[in-house]
């Protein structure tokens, strides 16, 4: 008997390309199945992206909520839960989720980070690698934990920093590794299998 798909909601603040992609690639023989595309934008242009691959999509707007982000959250769990998700991906989520929230789905939360961590958590993640005169760039996949960017890696992709290049640049050609790294650790995550994937 075939195990049942396992259950991905899939969290985005924007265009959500990477969530494209991650939802393009649960066909098949793949173990998992998207459920909701949940973001604190209800503009966010990653939203209609979703409706158009027939995903179900849900908005909590972080904005009225001010500074108190437990009462966010708290309107963030109501879709979540009745989503009933296996795995949650962050897929340029742009909210610093608190403890209690992230221990909820210890374990089954992944997120996506632009720099081969553990260099250059949080944010300016390219321009930090260019002042630094890193030969190389890159993104990794790791398990979402209380601490910012510090959970275990599940798989990383490396671009070579070129001549001439700028923030922008970088980034563009770290995105199209993000694209073929994220569906690729969730495949091999929902299989069960927490090995790294190593691209590039």
């Given at each position: 008997?075939?195990?049942?798909p396992r259950r991905v909601a899939i969290l985005i603040s924007g265009g959500g390309s990477n969530m494209v992609k991650l939802v393009e690639s649960?066909?098949?023989?793949?173990?998992?199945?998207?459920?909701?595309?949940?973001?604190?934008?209800?503009?966010?242009?990653?939203?209609?992206?979703?409706?158009?691959?027939?995903?179900?999509?849900?908005?909590?707007?972080?904005?009225?909520?001010?500074?108190?982000?437990?009462?966010?959250?708290?309107?963030?769990?109501?879709?979540?839960?009745?989503?009933?998700?296996?795995?949650?991906?962050?897929?340029?989520?742009?909210?610093?989720?608190?403890?209690?929230?992230?221990?909820?789905?210890?374990?089954?939360?992944?997120?996506?980070?632009?720099?081969?961590?553990?260099?250059?958590?949080?944010?300016?993640?390219?321009?930090?690698?260019?002042?630094?005169?890193?030969?190389?760039?890159?993104?990794?996949?790791?398990?979402?934990?209380?601490?910012?960017?510090?959970?275990?890696?599940?798989?990383?992709?490396?671009?070579?920093?070129?001549?001439?290049?700028?923030?922008?640049?970088?980034?563009?050609?770290?995105?199209?590794?993000?694209?073929?790294?994220?569906?690729?650790?969730?495949?091999?995550?929902?299989?069960?299998?927490?090995?790294?994937?190593?691209?590039?």
């Amino acid at each position: 008997m075939t195990a049942a798909p396992r259950r991905v909601a899939i969290l985005i603040s924007g265009g959500g390309s990477n969530m494209v992609k991650l939802v393009e690639s649960m066909t098949g023989d793949h173990p998992a199945r998207p459920v909701l595309v949940l973001s604190n934008d209800p503009a966010a242009s990653g939203l209609d992206r979703a409706r158009a691959l027939d995903v179900p999509v849900a908005a909590v707007d972080h904005r009225p909520f001010g500074r108190d982000r437990a009462a966010f959250e708290t309107a963030l769990l109501q879709p979540l839960l009745e989503a009933s998700p296996d795995v949650v991906c962050l897929a340029g989520f742009m909210r610093v989720l608190t403890p209690a929230f992230v221990a909820r789905f210890a374990g089954r939360m992944l997120n996506i980070h632009p720099s081969l961590l553990p260099a250059y958590p949080g944010l300016h993640t390219h321009q930090r690698a260019l002042d630094a005169g890193d030969a190389q760039a890159g993104c990794t996949v790791h398990e979402v934990t209380a601490d910012l960017d510090a959970g275990p890696v599940l798989g990383q992709a490396r671009v070579p920093v070129l001549p001439g290049d700028t923030a922008d640049s970088l980034a563009a050609r770290v995105l199209v590794q993000e694209h073929r790294l994220y569906p690729a650790v969730l495949r091999r995550f929902a299989a069960g299998d927490r090995t790294p994937v190593l691209l590039g």
